[in-house]
């Protein structure tokens, strides 16, 4: 089954918001509840709408997945990115979602936001299991 991505870029991005809604709450504050009714309504659609193998990855396996690839910029600078195409879906969207204001390359990001990012899932995840089971 296809990837409806214009759906998932949506959804990823509502996570995003109601992830970030979270950080600066204290699990049991009832200001909590809309975003964790609305990230119960995205997991109920991650169930119902499969997007491959990759959503049960663990970022362990993740970050071995994806490499890290040097590069060297039209201005002869180099960098180390990661590729687009090295993301699996549903990844690809949810980093997306969550740098979509940093600066890239055509063909990737820089693998220091990648990084962060998965660092910053790790925490996120740990946040909203604190606020679901306070």
């Known amino acids: 089954m296809a990837i409806d991505?214009?759906?998932?870029?949506?959804r990823e991005r509502a996570r995003r918001a109601a992830l970030w809604g979270l950080e600066d709450l204290?699990?049991?504050?009832?200001?909590?509840?809309?975003?964790?009714?609305?990230?119960?309504?995205i997991d109920r659609q991650d169930l119902e709408q499969s997007h491959g193998a990759a959503a049960l990855m663990t970022i362990e396996e993740?970050?071995?997945f994806v490499p890290e690839t040097p590069y060297e910029s039209s201005d002869g600078h180099h960098f180390v990115i990661v590729l687009d195409q090295h993301i699996p879906?549903?990844?690809r969207t949810r980093f997306e979602a969550a740098n979509a204001?940093?600066?890239?390359?055509?063909?990737?990001?820089f693998a220091h936001d990648w990084r962060r990012f998965l660092r910053t899932w790790v925490r996120d995840m740990k946040?909203?299991?604190a606020h679901r089971f306070c």
């Open 26 to 41: 204290r699990p049991g504050d009832d200001r909590a509840k809309l975003h964790l009714s609305i990230l119960d309504e």
């Open 62 to 64: 993740l970050r071995d």
């Open 89 to 91: 879906e549903v990844w």
């Open 127 to 129: 946040r909203l299991e």
């Open 101 to 109: 204001i940093a600066e890239r390359f055509p063909e990737g990001s």
């Open 5 to 10: 991505l214009k759906s998932l870029w949506q």
